[in-house]
T-cell receptor
Framework: GENVGLHLPTLSVQEGDNSIINCAYS??????FIWYKQESGKGPQFIID?????DKRQGQRVTVLLNKTVKHLSLQIAATQPGDSAVYFC????????????FGTGTRLQVFP | DGGITQSPKYLFRKEGQNVTLSCEQN?????MYWYRQDPGQGLRLIYY???????QKGDIAEGYSVSREKKESFPLTVTSAQKNPTAFYLC??????????????FGPGTRLTVL
């Protein structure tokens, strides 16, 4: 959709395969991270979050991995389905700080049969 | 989208006009936010409010104004002073305004186009 970026990096996967979407965050002081999913023409939908005292968190079909050493976050989607097609972006923040959430530009996931 | 509604979904404005975008939430959240989304960019914060009758400027507040008279409502006015208002506008809310990095939940968005 026109509101979520025309030149985003794209990940194409076959239905049933696992997907890995990556995010490099900017602030080493960030201690809270969120993954959102945004379908065309819609608002972002919360998927999963993780705090810096963890390096892995699992949800339903999704896993988030956090590597603070290299400031890297990844979202793994198991058994990718056509309904997973969307733009995925990460957000970082600092608890108890007036800094705001900083949002990445996103990755477009395309799932083909 | 949860309990956050935005209206209208599409809005067209002539140059020189002010327009107001509506955002309502029934989640009993203390904090509310307005973001702007442009192609190829991350969300940018316009204004936020941590509590009723209080709000703060975000990174790109120029040309915008807000009010927070009720907990459930946070309308955004795009004024004629905003030089490039065509964008997708997203409203969000979070449970508490005291911990700014609480999870934010988004509304469905309003697409504003200046003719």
């Amino acid at each position: 959709g026109e509101n979520v970026g025309l030149h985003l990096p794209t990940l194409s996967v076959q239905e049933g395969d696992n997907s890995i979407i990556n995010c490099a965050y900017s602030n080493s002081a960030s201690d809270y991270f969120i993954w959102y999913k945004q379908e065309s023409g819609k608002g972002p939908q919360f998927i999963i979050d993780i705090r810096s005292n963890m390096d892995k968190r699992q949800g339903q079909r999704v896993t988030v991995l956090l590597n603070k050493t290299v400031k890297h976050l990844s979202l793994q989607i198991a058994a990718t389905q056509p309904g997973d097609s969307a733009v995925y972006f990460c957000a970082e923040g600092i608890t108890y700080n007036t800094d705001k959430l900083i949002f990445g530009t996103g990755t477009r996931l395309q799932v083909f049969p | 989208d949860g309990g956050i509604t935005q209206s209208p979904k599409y809005l067209f404005r002539k140059e020189g006009q002010n327009v107001t975008l509506s955002c309502e939430q029934n989640l009993n959240h203390d904090a509310m936010y307005w973001y702007r989304q442009d192609p190829g960019q991350g969300l940018r914060l316009i204004y936020y409010s941590q509590i009723v009758n209080d709000f703060q400027k975000g990174d790109i507040a120029e040309g915008y104004s807000v009010s927070r008279e009720k907990k459930e409502s946070f309308p955004l006015t795009v004024t004629s002073a905003q030089k490039n208002p065509t964008a997708f506008y997203l409203c969000a809310s979070s449970p508490t305004g005291t911990r700014y990095t609480d999870t934010q939940y988004f509304g469905p968005g309003t697409r504003l186009t200046v003719l």
